[in-house]
């Protein structure tokens, strides 16, 4: 992601200071009336020159730099997409878990993130990027009714997960068990009675590839840690996995073959965890090309969505891409298959402000 560090909302002009500083919520229902597959969505803006929109994030030395703060504006309404879709046994949805890459905890709280968990309500949900030590996240980032558990990495203001729920784990581990890959906090896991959920932000190779072979080297024991998982009770993943594993799942294909989170080395990587037992859900047809190499059980979202483009989760903060809705689709929920049975619905909630990337939600059914 860019090297944008302060992403505070201007105030909106008002006589009235509260009236100003109150996001205004919309609810609408994306329930499809039918079972068919959805038509391929638009562009924001049909009619605009699509520019290419790199998803290069500084170096880890970068990042701990001292930079000069940019500020952001940020719209001050809030629209929540609401489901009422069933699962595939015609039972509703029971669970609901979101993750979000909120690319700094300080600043998203600033912005008003925990208005967005009061009107999502989840049971469980994943952050990514805090950029904030452990021992220093903001008290008022655990809401009434939340138990928290956070995770940073040995650099100050780098990387960093967390995880807020309403139910109490069985346990919570940090990492993966491997001291190699565990110093960045990139990982969290909490085990449930029915299913793990796995929190991970996957390392970005960086500006000019710096760090593509350690990216690498992270994919490939990440994939050993989920198989492991796998073998106890079914796993749901969920991230910003900084990778566009197609090109429906970027705005501008051809001009990112060589940025970081579409190199074809990355996109390899993924199709061998896909490989390996994971598929992507939310694109039907990339199932059927996947599923000739599966020996294992996993899903991913796009199986419900196979047709819709533009349908992305980070967009930069330059050259107005949100609202153009230039973007990349980098932020992902994996099931195991065997829980195929239980999936609702996805829901990628683009009019939720607060950072550079959209919230995401998945709603099953545990009855």
Request: proline share 4%; with cysteine.
């Amino acid at each position: 992601m860019p090297k944008v560090t302060k992403r505070k909302a201007r105030k909106a002009e008002s006589t009235d200071e509260e009236t100003a500083d109150q996001p205004v919520i919309t609810v609408v229902d994306k329930t499809p009336k039918k079972a068919v597959k959805r038509k391929a969505s638009s562009s924001v803006d049909k009619n605009a020159k699509k520019v290419s929109c790199t998803n290069e994030v500084s170096t880890l030395e970068e990042a701990t730099q001292e930079l000069e703060d940019e500020e952001v504006q940020l719209p001050k309404t809030m629209t929540l997409k609401a489901s009422s879709r069933l699962s595939p046994k015609g039972e509703k949805a029971t669970l609901k878990l979101v993750s979000w890459n909120i690319n700094g905890i300080r600043g998203w709280l600033a912005n008003g993130g925990l208005k967005y968990i009061e009107q999502e309500n989840p049971d469980v949900i994943g952050f990514q990027e805090l950029k904030c030590d452990k021992e220093k996240i903001p008290n008022d980032a655990t809401p009434t009714g939340y138990k928290s558990y956070w995770l940073s990495g040995d650099t100050a203001g780098y990387s960093g997960v967390g995880l807020l729920t309403k139910i109490d784990p069985i346990d919570v581990k940090f990492g993966i068990g491997n001291a190699e890959h565990d110093t960045e906090g990139r990982v969290i896991t909490a085990e449930y009675d029915k299913f793990y959920f796995v929190v991970s932000y996957i390392p970005n190779s960086g500006r000019k590839l710096v760090r593509l072979g350690y990216r690498q080297q992270f994919n490939e024991a990440f994939r050993s840690y989920l198989t492991e998982l796998d073998e106890k009770k079914p796993v749901i993943w969920c991230g910003d996995l900084n990778v566009s594993h197609q090109s429906i799942d970027l705005a501008n294909a051809k001009s990112n073959t060589k940025t970081a989170g579409y190199t074809q080395e990355e996109r390899d990587d993924f199709a061998k965890i896909l490989a390996g037992g994971f598929l992507d859900s939310f694109n039907e047809e990339e199932n059927l090309i996947v599923k000739q190499f599966c020996s294992s059980d996993y899903l991913l979202v796009r199986h419900l969505y196979p047709e819709e483009r533009d349908a992305y989760t980070f967009w930069s903060y330059f050259r107005n891409a949100r609202a153009r809705n230039i973007g990349w689709r980098l932020d992902y929920f994996i099931i195991s298959s065997r829980l195929q049975e239980n999936l609702c619905d996805v829901i990628h909630q683009t009019g939720v402000y607060g950072s550079d990337h959209c919230p995401i939600v998945l709603l099953l059914s545990f009855v």
